[in-house]
């Protein structure tokens, strides 16, 4: 108990700070906005004659049609617009945008994992595999698969797999490494004493892993699940780019800078940026519950 | 069929040869066994496509983006485009971007409290799919490298500040008192102590950064380019069909990629090699 109100202490004593930058941030923005809109701004002024006090420049800048960059409040109104006064299944809805890239995200994700996880125990009980896989591992991510996402699309397109499927794909390749390294990191940390103990026990290499290697790999596993999910959402969103901007929040980017609508770029940029927020925050809390459970944590 | 019947046994083959040799130790087992390993992918990898017929335009075989990389014409290509993308657009916003994630590390590093905040919202705006961000610069910037350049900065940007700023505080309480015995000044402790200490963050970053500014200047072209640009090529050979030229450009971004990693690698091994991580392997 007391623990824990010494956990809820800590977490109140950074909020301060982070609010702080936080504000500084949004005060940045508006600086920002007004700075880059405000050429349009006398340009518009010009061409109509009137001379514009500062003021009138500031409150044009802020409420622009296209502006270079969109005031927050205007990004705000545009996401409430685009979600709660839509209908959900409505193509301009943010939250049916939204869903179709989380489900490629999830689905992705849910791949990824599992194929980390076995490679991680191949490697892990296999010395060939280590050896021979486990370099590769390492040089697939050297390659920028997010680049060559969109020729993955089309090929598969071609091949008559579309949807969801070529999409989750690529979040798959782009969660399954941090998993995949976490878990071969978290399968070893046992040290030698506690697999000799197993040994004493004359316990079976499935016993082993069971009952120690699995439960001790529990924290690097929640830490790569946290990269790996953040990961898979970039994955998906790269991956809406190529089909031609049909659904999802890259297709809305997409959509977005061919039409020179800011403000619609900048309210998907923000509605992913909240939707990563919320997967690594949802991994944060099974974390915490399931190291709590465990007696780690 | 009996092409892929010699795929299988390729792979079995390459398979049986790891284990042998993963019965011996040493350093140069590993490297080849993972080279044995590359090689049977390939293998497998141009007999299951001939076996099967699989089209040119869906995959093409490895012999075939070989022929294409020897091409002289498709070489100067390749060479232009990644003159464009990787050192005008990704290594020039590398090193604005790491520079600048470093300094401005360093000018907060006075104020406890400016780091407080810093760092949690630092780690927020890291995990977020900041290359979304890329239209808006083609916008701002323009279609040239410029645009590629920016957004690779803003990328590797939170990844290098996080990196050091966690690294800045991996100096232990006992050392820094150790410096204020010596009368250190700020400064002295900074580059005497606790910069060398901060090191093996430092370099975290920089590696997570190579593979980011890569992607960032590649995915930046989707949004606009000029007629030049390995992303740039990607996009309209797809729209070619010319499979195999597309994978060509694929292998110079994996190349450089790697070799830009492994330089990377290599500078870390050569100026922390006093550090318990570089010392245990």
């Known amino acids: ?297 | 069929m009996m092409l892929v019947a010699t795929a299988f046994l390729v792979w079995g083959l390459g398979w049986v040869l790891n284990i042998w040799l993963a019965r011996f130790g040493g350093r140069w087992v590993s490297l080849v066994s993972a080279l044995v390993f590359g090689v049977t992918l390939l293998l497998v990898w141009e007999l299951v496509v001939r076996g099967l017929g699989v089209s040119a335009v869906i995959l093409p075989p490895p012999s075939a983006i070989a022929v294409r990389l020897a091409d002289p014409a498709a070489q100067a290509i390749l060479w232009g485009d990644f003159v464009q993308t990787f050192v005008k657009g990704a290594l020039s916003g590398y090193v604005l971007g790491c520079g600048a994630g470093f300094l401005v590390a360093i000018a907060t590093d006075r104020s406890p409290f400016l780091q407080a905040g810093l760092l949690p919202v630092g780690n927020f705006v890291a995990a977020l799919p900041i290359i979304g961000m890329a239209p808006i610069l083609v916008m701002w910037f323009g279609f040239d490298w410029e645009s590629k350049a920016a957004i690779v900065v803003v990328m590797v940007f939170f990844p290098m500040l996080v990196n050091t700023v966690q690294g800045l505080t991996e100096a232990s309480s006992m050392q820094r008192d150790l410096m204020r015995t010596y009368a250190a000044s700020y400064w002295q402790t900074l580059l005497k102590l606790r910069l060398p200490a901060a090191a093996p963050f430092i370099f975290n970053g920089l590696k997570i950064a190579t593979t980011l500014a890569l992607i960032g200047a590649i995915v930046a072209e989707f949004f606009g380019s000029p007629t030049k640009g390995m992303g740039f090529r990607i996009s309209t050979e797809v729209g070619r069909l010319s499979l195999d030229m597309v994978w060509a450009v694929i292998a110079v971004a994996a190349l450089s990629g790697s070799a830009f990693y492994g330089g990377i690698a290599l500078l870390e091994k050569a100026t922390t090699f006093w550090h318990p991580s570089q010392r245990e392997r």
């Open chain 1, 1 to 297: 108990m007391a623990l824990c109100r010494w956990r809820v202490m800590r977490g109140l004593a950074s909020l301060g700070p982070v609010s702080v930058v936080v504000l500084v941030l949004f005060g940045f923005w508006y600086l920002a906005a007004v700075w880059l809109n405000a050429d349009w701004a006398r340009d518009k002024a010009a061409r109509a004659d009137v001379e514009l006090s500062f003021s009138e420049l500031v409150a044009d800048t802020l409420s622009q049609d296209k502006p270079k960059l969109p005031a927050p409040h205007q990004v705000a109104v545009e996401i409430w617009e685009t979600t709660a006064e839509k209908k959900v299944t409505s193509k301009r809805s943010l939250v049916y945008h939204g869903w179709i890239t989380l489900s490629a995200t999830l689905l992705g994700f849910g791949m990824g994992t599992v194929l980390g996880i076995l490679l991680a125990i191949g490697i892990v009980h296999n010395r060939a595999m280590n050896n021979s896989v486990m370099p590769w591992l390492i040089t697939s991510q050297t390659i920028p698969i997010l680049a060559i996402a969109p020729m993955i699309i089309v090929v598969l397109n071609s091949v008559g797999l579309s949807g969801l499927l070529p999409k989750a794909l690529i979040s798959t390749y782009l969660s399954f490494f941090p998993v995949a390294v976490g878990m071969v990191k978290g399968l070893r940390s046992p040290d030698a004493m506690q697999l000799d103990q197993m040994r004493t026990w004359s316990a079976s290499a499935a016993q082993t892993f069971w009952k120690l290697r699995w439960p001790s790999s529990m924290p690097y596993l929640f830490t790569s699940l946290k990269i790996g999910v953040a990961a898979s959402l970039v994955g998906a969103i790269v991956g809406e780019l190529p089909t031609g901007a049909v659904a999802g929040l890259g297709a809305r980017l997409l959509a977005g800078s061919y039409y020179g609508q800011t403000v619609q770029i900048w309210s998907a940029l923000i509605s992913a940026a909240v939707l990563a927020a919320c997967l690594v925050g949802i991994v944060g809390v099974v974390q915490r519950v399931t190291l709590r459970r465990m007696g780690m944590a």
